[in-house]
């Protein structure tokens, strides 16, 4: 088996450390681990020098300017089949990301049968949250929610307050998780396999893409700036005839909105409101 991990880094380079530690242990295997850095510095020789003395394998790549998320995962896979061929699987992640599972690459080897099987969505365990992220989206949305998204996510203060609200409920659903956890003796990730399940959309935190998906005609070519990375992924998979599945016993650690914070600046919310434009057009008008 080869596999491609393309770890994405804007400004949190003490994530991207981790995240190259924690991808160490598996230097032994087939693994090639890229990191692309988005960050514009103007000279990034100390950062990668940080990055190869946690993880002497691994290849970092400076970005020509800050391509977004999708973009850099594309920048860095093209670099990549400049000298190697396209491998089994292609893992897209943020750096915020971490490889905790010894058995990470076993377990995702036994996935290679399914001919149908186009994108993995693994268990994302939240620090934050406690809980899994995946499935992002279970069943794939109507129009009439896109638009409603829409309209949500075309008002700053709109968007501003849906953010506060979903971060409070989250918060809630999160105190009441632990505190269960705790009275009944629960670890505090999950770590038990479960059977895998068919959804909509996988969290982009870590996409994990079969070659399959690319041999078909699948591809990161997304003109969104950020955001909306899982439904392009989604609405891609279901055009080529491709399953997009849930398999839990794949397990990485989150610690989330690393990159884009919380509370989003106008900035980041204008590009919440292009993303969701640009995927009401051109797949729920």
């Given at each position: 088996m080869t596999a491609l991990v393309i770890g994405v880094n804007y400004r949190t380079?003490?994530?991207?450390?981790?995240?190259?530690?924690?991808?160490?242990?598996?230097?032994?295997?087939?693994?090639?681990?890229?990191?692309?850095?988005?960050?514009?510095?103007?000279?990034?020789?100390?950062?990668?020098?940080?990055?190869?003395?946690?993880?002497?394998?691994?290849?970092?790549?400076?970005?020509?300017?800050?391509l977004g998320y999708f973009a850099g995962a594309n920048f860095g896979l093209g670099q990549y089949l400049v000298s190697s061929p396209l491998?089994?699987?292609?893992?897209v992640c943020n750096v915020d990301i971490e490889f905790r599972d010894s058995q990470f690459f076993s377990k995702l080897r036994e996935l290679e049968s399914s001919e149908s099987l186009g994108v993995v969505a693994p268990?994302?365990?939240?620090?934050?949250?406690?809980?899994?992220?995946?499935?992002k989206i279970s069943q794939r949305p109507t129009n009439r929610r896109m638009i409603f998204y829409?309209?949500?996510?075309?008002?700053?203060?709109?968007?501003?307050?849906?953010?506060?609200?979903s971060f409070l409920k989250e918060g809630l659903g999160a105190g009441i998780r632990e505190g269960r956890a705790l009275f009944r003796g629960h670890p505090k990730i999950d770590k038990q396999a479960k059977e895998a399940s068919s959804i909509y959309a996988p969290h982009g935190s870590c996409m994990?893409?079969?070659?399959?998906?690319?041999?078909?005609?699948?591809?990161?070519?997304?003109?969104?700036?950020?955001?909306?990375?899982?439904?392009?992924?989604?609405?891609?998979?279901?055009?080529?005839g491709l399953s997009v599945s849930h398999c839990p016993w794949l397990w990485v650690l989150d610690t989330e909105h690393?990159?884009?914070?919380?509370?989003?600046?106008?900035?980041?919310?204008?590009?919440?409101?292009d993303a969701t434009n640009y995927l009401v057009e051109h797949y729920f008008a």
């Open positions: 380079d003490e994530y991207a450390v981790t995240f190259a530690r924690s991808l160490e242990r598996y230097s032994a295997e087939d693994v090639t681990v890229i990191l692309v850095d988005n960050t514009e510095r103007g000279d990034p020789s100390e950062f990668f020098r940080r990055i190869r003395e946690t993880n002497p394998k691994i290849k970092c790549l400076q970005a020509p300017r800050n491998p089994e699987w292609v893992i268990r994302i365990w939240s620090a934050r949250s406690k809980r899994d992220l995946n499935a829409k309209v949500i996510f075309g008002n700053y203060y709109l968007q501003l307050a849906y953010e506060i609200l994990i893409f079969s070659r399959r998906y690319f041999s078909a005609g699948g591809n990161f070519e997304y003109s969104v700036f950020l955001f909306g990375e899982e439904i392009f992924v989604a609405e891609t998979a279901m055009r080529l690393a990159s884009t914070g919380i509370i989003r600046s106008r900035k980041i919310a204008g590009y919440m409101k």
